[in-house]
């Protein structure tokens, strides 16, 4: 039981004005025009510095596959989550070193492993409006289509120009749904480290039971560190490599943050919805998630059922479960946030009053609205086709057979006409995915899941089914025979493939080869219609944001740009939320909760260590003065979303102090509709991290090596 | 979902210095001592007035059977909770006229209703210490037996002495278990009225469901009338009574409180343990209260299994029913207390300090802590069997037996000398008790339940069975037999040996009698080791409790006594609490937490004439600024236990702002510990009541009648 010293920073609260929102993933160059929000909240470096990438902090902040991170030294040290670094971790685990129970250090860098084959980290060092560069001189007279696959080429070759220098992985992304396009250059450091990551039992604590949840006590951390060649540039993983010069990293506070302090969080959201129309909130509440709910689960309790007799078929399938239950949680989540609240009704409002003013502004808007409402109604029912499909084809061997046949096709062009996804760039991914499948890949188990699958998009309403796919789909006692006669399940077979030209494939007697070759018309059937859609929505959502941008700016709002895994800056305030009536959930957890939590069993078990240190109140400089203990893991209103895992939090002057991780089950709505009064993310607390790397696990190399601000 | 407005008030609890306890349930002669607290948390009324019985506030507040109230107009008016006026709407309640389902309201006093005839109102008017009366003159030489004996006769003199009025009910309770007595005296008014009643689904909103919990939507108050003979003296019921003339009552304060606020609360609280030994909590917690649960849970399967068959007895054994799983619940609650804080090691070090200070002080100690000890041991004990006889004899109709042959035993002897409880003046509620006994009892199923604690009682240690008891008991196939020829579940049977003399009722046939007259040798045993025992008690415990008041005294600390069901005043702070690591309970519930909870559904079943003024946001005058609707419940931390329902809840300046009605689940070890962090009452905010009165049911003729100061 906390103590009344647990709702004194409560209280502080009274100095902050958190009734405004703190909405807002935004991009670098926009900070300055952010000045007075952030001064607002208590930040006191200038924006213009903030939004610096050649300088820290933003210079340090990197990516990582899903992920985010940053430098904390020189010599290329990384932190982020405990969950982004977790393969890093299972690649390196074995029944003699249980890395994964036990946590893992090293205590030099020649102890320092493998993260992996796969393992990437990117740090961006250019952002280039390029949207001039890819719209002029585009004739009047091209269908949208032609249009769209200009606009496609011009970037292409964008990309092809920035790859020149193999240091770099370049992408260039739209902004404001097409209305701005950046060319992004990212340096791709390849030969990744695991340095250090605390037991599990510390950097899972609590598990997918409390994903999504608070109160929580994860210390959601763990270290990994970039090496290059001698010669300072990205090279293959070999022994000779030296740690990657950071010269842009975090400096570390050890001081925290209390409860109303502003925070500042930089990493790469993943993608977020907050300028659909009130009728694509409609359809996704209404049509798209309950069926995606129904289908997921259908899948979840699939696989259960067809692993339940092999033990090694659960582990195998563990990852994937994992990953189908955190989209359930999430799907569900916003189901429940949809009932909760009418974000549709407060959508239909806010568009209404769009409109009114748009109609009051010169200019054919009339004509630009019902195009827009046209094509987005046509967008809806592409998507549920799209989603219709997926369903259809929900089998790992039939989309492997898919992607080797599609790649041979592709290959028959020159590589700067090949499809995004299929040209030279993208074959090293491609191997690594259809290698690391065999992970989590069972014959019988898959053959089960498109069992489920197939039975949930026969249940779709017709109009959501793509022409002609029906006809060519497996009769219901049809796989049995397609997975006898398939050898794709083994990997080198699946691997011997991707080599092979479209007339071999074609030709192969592997029953699911055979089908992908067969179902190959109707995948690019509804690949052209989606760019015939995407040339239209090129034409008619840049314009609609636009109009968004310029109605927001009567009102003195700058807008930001939905989330698309770019880097982008984030504030709010430690702030604690109404969960309900009478009930507050108070913004910082304590070492104390963990023994409140522990049981001794997964994924309550905290290693003996941490429970003896805590136990002892051995709390060393770590303790928040007005919580009179240790902190864990602490609540903002800071705007994340999906990429934002492990994202750095840090306080007024741009110094870490904390870990993003999670964000709270009240707050999954916010991809579609930020509600400042419930929105939360979660994050470590330094000071936990800190505590724990010198108390429990003794990475005193590492406390060295960051420079750490002491109180 | 409530918006961040509801977190302001939390905020606010920075003026406020809450780490300091509200501990304490005074005699109002104490509120001179407690001037500097007082004035500490706000209370600007001087405390001099405040403890004056002859002055409002605290002249106009009485006492109910077993709960509090308070008067609210000139006229007799008096407010108290629904759930203490529930035996009055249920009286009133038929199947034309269903009050309890839909509420009741008087429009004119012709309409008020007979609460019936077992209804009183306390009014305390004199408050005396005879201590000296009582202890003078006791000789040296008397056993401890010899003094109780002659304590208690000077009691009973004095109690006849002040009933010679027969308006007056008196009482010589002791204080600091047996430092003091006082006498108190209280007016006793029998014609008491029912005036309004909200409907069941707003006066207990939640019922057994939220029972102890938080957060809370009850609006659990109540309105009943006190009526006198024409002379202004207390009468019987008659049509030709008069209200009675309540010169002090309170005024009432639409304004309400908001977090941090200072609260003052009157009433009757029952009984506490705050002076308990080490060892006497230790005995409760490891032996008592696990005892306790076991049989409390059997006694409730019993009830449910041996009425399923028969709806109509369900119905009768509701209320006894409910009374076992609140009893069931708070010792419960004790047990999960203790197993969540080590009270006893705070008592231990706490008594550890005491008897080391006490060892420093001159005077013979030793042989008082020694004898302190001992006697504490042999009450505990004693208790034990006390507990053992209980379970052995639950038979309401074996108790009834034993009632009226002891009745009839006592009646032998002169008045005076009689046992309490057994004198002429306690024959009216002998009478009342045996025949109320009829609403809740059914032959079989009171059979059940004495087998079932028949079967716990045989399970007790050896060394708990009173002496001679277990060979007078029935055998298990012998109650059958005992009820089958006893004639006592009839009531007129019941009734009629009230006057009967004692061997009249030891020659009777009947079964149970013939086996009451056997066992009260047994009772009579454990009576007189009671008072040898409470004999000893009072010579030791007495002088423990001065030395702990002197003990306290050096530490600059006022002592306040356990609660003995006399009149006291408290006072605390609105304050949220913590409940566990990450989770606050905030202070103020709101309507709109009714629309979360209502189910329509019983015990969530709001009137629909409620759930349109809240949809509707037709908040009136009583919306509270900073939560911006209509406040249902409130938490402060005042010190109450059973006995403070109905309380006053009052700002500084003594004006109604609320009623006490219970208090959280994490409270519930306060009878034994009050642990300041986590102790918080649950009051209905006046602004509730008085809206519920003004929109929902419209009792426009009291608000009018009672004085309401508006914003």
């Known amino acids: 039981m906390t103590s009344f010293k647990n709702l004194l920073p409560i209280i502080l609260l009274a100095s902050t004005g958190l009734t405004h929102a703190d909405e807002g993933q935004w991009q670098p160059y926009q900070l300055p025009q952010l000045k007075a929000e952030l001064k607002r909240i208590g930040i006191t470096t200038s924006p213009g510095k903030l939004g610096d990438l050649s300088r820290s902090p933003l210079g340090a902040i990197v990516a990582l596959p899903g992920c985010s991170a940053s430098f904390v030294s020189p010599d290329g040290l990384v932190v982020t989550n405990h969950h982004c670094g977790y393969g890093a971790v299972q690649r390196n685990s074995s029944a003699a070193h249980n890395y994964i129970a036990d946590g893992f250090l090293a205590k030099t860098r020649a102890e320092e492993l493998p993260a992996g084959p796969n393992e990437r980290i990117y740090v961006t060092d250019k952002i280039e409006d390029v949207t001039l560069e890819l719209t002029q001189d585009l004739k009047r007279s091209l269908s949208p289509r032609a249009r769209h696959d200009e606009i496609q080429n011009r970037i292409k070759a964008l990309v092809a120009q920035c790859e020149k220098d193999p240091s770099y992985r370049c992408s260039v992304p739209s902004f404001h749904r097409g209305l701005e396009y950046y060319l992004i250059r990212q340096m791709m450091i390849r030969d990744v480290r695991l340095v250090y990551a605390p037991a599990e039992g510390i950097g899972n604590f609590g598990g997918d039971i409390d994903n999504y949840e608070w109160p929580r006590q994860t210390g959601d951390f763990s270290f990994l560190r970039a090496y290059v060649g001698k010669d300072g540039k990205p090279a293959d993983p070999s022994p000779d490599n030296v740690p990657y010069r950071s010269k842009k990293f975090l400096v570390v506070s050890a001081e925290g943050l209390k409860t109303g302090d502003p925070v500042l969080l930089a990493g790469y959201p993943g993608r977020t919805s907050r300028y659909k129309l009130p009728v694509e909130i409609r359809a996704a509440r209404d049509v798209a998630y309950p069926l995606q709910v129904a289908a997921l689960q259908a899948d979840i309790d699939t696989i259960a059922k067809s692993t339940a007799a092999n033990p090694e078929w659960t582990v195998r399938y563990a990852s994937v479960e994992k990953s189908l239950q955190n989209r359930m949680k999430k799907t569900r989540g916003l189901l429940d946030a949809f009932a909760r609240k009418d974000i549709v009704a407060i959508k239909v409002k806010q568009d209404a009053e769009f409109r009114t003013w748009l109609k009051a502004q010169p200019g054919a808007t009339q004509i630009m609205l019902s195009e827009l409402d046209r094509t987005i109604a046509a967008d809806i029912a592409l998507s549920n086709e799209e989603y219709a499909w997926s369903l259809a084809t929900n089998s790992e061997l039939l989309k492997s057979a898919h992607t080797v046949y599609r790649l041979a096709l592709e290959k028959q062009k020159p590589d700067a006409q090949r499809e995004p996804g299929y040209q030279q760039r993208d074959q090293p991914f491609i191997k690594a995915r259809l290698t690391r499948l065999e992970q989590s890949l069972v014959g019988t188990v898959d053959q089960a899941r498109w069992q489920t699958a197939l039975q949930h998009y026969r249940a779709l309403p017709a109009a959501m089914h793509p022409a002609g796919l029906d006809a060519l789909l497996p009769a219901n006692n049809g796989l049995d025979a397609l997975y006898r006669h398939s050898q794709l399940a083994n990997t080198a077979q699946r691997l011997g493939w991707i080599d092979a030209d479209a ?84 913004p910082f957890t304590t070492v104390e909760g963990i023994l409140e939590k522990d049981t001794g069993k997964k994924p309550f078990n905290s290693p003996p260590k941490l429970l003896a240190a805590i136990k002892a109140k051995r709390y060393g400089q770590f303790s928040d003065p007005v919580l009179g203990t240790v902190p864990v893991n602490f609540l903002s209103s800071a705007d994340t979303t999906g990429g934002n895992s492990g994202s750095a939090v840090m306080n007024k002057d741009g110094e870490l102090v904390g870990l993003n991780f999670d964000s709270t089950y009240e707050s999954i709505a916010k991809d579609w509709y930020f509600d400042s009064a419930i929105t939360r993310a979660i994050h470590v607390d330094i000071r936990y991290m800190l505590w724990v790397m010198s108390e429990v696990d003794h990475a005193d190399n590492l406390l060295k090596e960051m420079t750490i601000k002491y109180k």
Chains 1, 2 share one sequence.
Do not use: C, H, W
């Open 503 to 586: 007339a071999t494939i074609a030709r192969s007697d592997d029953a699911l080869l055979q089908l992908a070759v067969k179902l190959n018309a109707i995948a690019t059937a509804l690949e052209e219609r989606r760019k015939d859609l995407d040339g239209k929505l090129e034409l008619v959502t840049p314009r609609y944001m636009q109009a968004i941008i310029a109605f927001k700016k009567s009102q003195g709002k700058p807008v930001y740009p939905d989330a698309n895994s770019t880097l982008r800056i984030t504030y709010g305030t430690v702030a604690p939320y109404a969960v309900r009536d009478g009930i507050l959930k108070s």
